[in-house]
């Protein structure tokens, strides 16, 4: 080997382990920045939120806020892209393999309507539906990443059902988007209205019992 092609090959190696430690700091300082802006967003809604804010809040300069995010609109994608994902992680990582229908529909309901009427995401929803009409992909981006991956998944775990010969079930995909709006449609518009606080524990156990229990006797009949 060359003289040169090893000096070329030396650089190359001292120079590895720099640049994984920008690219690290890079994920970590994004990471930073999107607490920041949930924060703001969260308190403050969209139209009042601004990088000038955030800077302060992070103590970061607008151009590094601004190498991470082009504008404000894709600030508040990310954060909505990290809020999603938190909020759906404990419906999506729910164990159902030993549970029958109605155990496993149960599960799934009350996992929901914890996180779905939770403070948290309802003053997300109210920032979302204020500026959806507005900016059009803050409404899809949602939509995309929250309702429509929930009722795939349910989607998904009714036609596991019927491929396993635990149940029938006509249509997977319609039967999600009712079971659903079935127990999200009352306690949202309770939520969003201000009539009602979230539900305690036991308020939701027997909400969901009985929603499940019509959802079954509809849609779905039990194999034996």
Same mark, same amino acid.
């Given at each position: 080997?060359?003289?040169?092609?090893?000096?070329?090959?030396?650089?190359?190696?001292?120079?590895?382990?720099?640049?994984?430690?920008?690219?690290?700091?890079?994920?970590?300082?994004?990471?930073?920045?999107?607490?920041?802006?949930?924060?703001?967003?969260?308190?403050?809604?969209?139209?009042?939120?601004?990088?000038?804010?955030?800077?302060?809040?992070?103590?970061?300069?607008?151009?590094?806020?601004?190498?991470?995010?082009?504008?404000?609109?894709?600030?508040?994608?990310?954060?909505?892209?990290?809020?999603?994902?938190?909020?759906?992680?404990?419906?999506?990582?729910?164990?159902?393999?030993?549970?029958?229908?109605?155990?496993?529909?149960?599960?799934?309901?009350?996992?929901?309507?914890?996180?779905?009427?939770?403070?948290?995401?309802?003053?997300?929803?109210?920032?979302?539906?204020?500026?959806?009409?507005?900016?059009?992909?803050?409404?899809?981006?949602?939509?995309?990443h929250g309702?429509?991956?929930?009722?795939? @998944?349910?989607?998904?775990?009714?036609? #596991?059902?019927?491929? !396993?010969?635990? /149940?029938?079930?006509?249509?997977? *995909?319609?039967? +999600?988007?009712?079971?659903?709006?079935?127990?999200?449609?009352?306690?949202?518009?309770?939520?969003?209205? @201000?009539?009602?606080?979230?539900?305690? #524990?036991?308020?939701? !156990?027997?909400? /969901?019992?009985?929603?499940?229990? *019509?959802f079954i +006797?509809?849609?779905?009949?039990?194999i034996e």
């Amino acid at each position: 080997m060359s003289t040169s092609r090893k000096l070329h090959n030396t650089e190359q190696q001292t120079a590895a382990p720099a640049v994984k430690k920008m690219r690290r700091d890079a994920i970590l300082k994004r990471k930073e920045l999107i607490k920041h802006a949930t924060g703001m967003f969260m308190e403050m809604g969209y139209e009042k939120a601004s990088m000038n804010n955030l800077a302060k809040r992070s103590g970061s300069s607008k151009s590094t806020i601004y190498k991470h995010f082009r504008s404000r609109q894709a600030l508040f994608i990310a954060v909505l892209d990290e809020k999603l994902r938190d909020h759906l992680a404990p419906i999506e990582n729910l164990d159902l393999t030993t549970l029958s229908i109605e155990e496993g529909l149960k599960l799934i309901g009350r996992t929901g309507i914890k996180v779905i009427t939770s403070k948290d995401h309802i003053s997300l929803c109210r920032i979302i539906y204020a500026e959806a009409e507005r900016i059009p992909h803050v409404g899809r981006t949602y939509y995309e990443h929250g309702p429509k991956r929930g009722m795939a @998944g349910v989607t998904k775990y009714l036609s #596991t059902m019927v491929e !396993k010969s635990k /149940i029938r079930c006509k249509n997977p *995909s319609l039967a +999600s988007q009712y079971f659903w709006g079935m127990i999200l449609h009352k306690p949202m518009l309770e939520r969003y209205c @201000g009539i009602k606080g979230p539900m305690t #524990t036991r308020e939701q !156990k027997n909400y /969901i019992d009985k929603v499940v229990d *019509s959802f079954i +006797s509809s849609f779905i009949e039990e194999i034996e």
